[in-house]
């Protein structure tokens, strides 16, 4: 991993976590929810579809971070399973995506 090359003392313990929004990458805004609850049909799914791919991208993001940092085996073991749940999950909203014509945000 890119990060694991660097030194330890340039980099925040979670690079993946956003700082200057303070929660995990993909989180969506505030102002992308009221878009999402005021869109509907089509439109809604879409955005559904993009903010949820999100932020199951960022759901990567905070796993890989655990399995870098543990050494427990039970946490690595879940956070392997979640891994994989989250990346069909990807798969599937990537594919939806397609279907309705749209692209990732």
């Keep these: 991993m890119v990060a694991a090359q660097l030194e330890a003392s340039a980099m925040p313990r979670f690079p993946q976590i956003n700082a200057s929004r303070g929660g995990m990458p993909g989180l969506a805004s505030r102002d992308e929810l009221t878009r999402l609850e005021a869109a509907s049909g089509k439109d ?3 955005l559904f579809c993009q ?5 199951h991208l960022g759901g990567i993001h905070m796993i890989d971070a655990v399995l870098d940092l543990s050494d427990n ?14 990346q069909g999950e990807i798969e599937a909203l990537r594919e939806l995506l397609k279907v309705l014509g749209a692209q990732p945000l």
Excluded: K, N, S, Y
């Design 51 to 55: 903010l949820m791919l999100r932020h």
């Design 73 to 86: 085996d039970r946490v690595t073991e879940l956070a392997g399973q979640m891994r994989q749940a989250q």
């Design 44 to 46: 809604a799914d879409i």
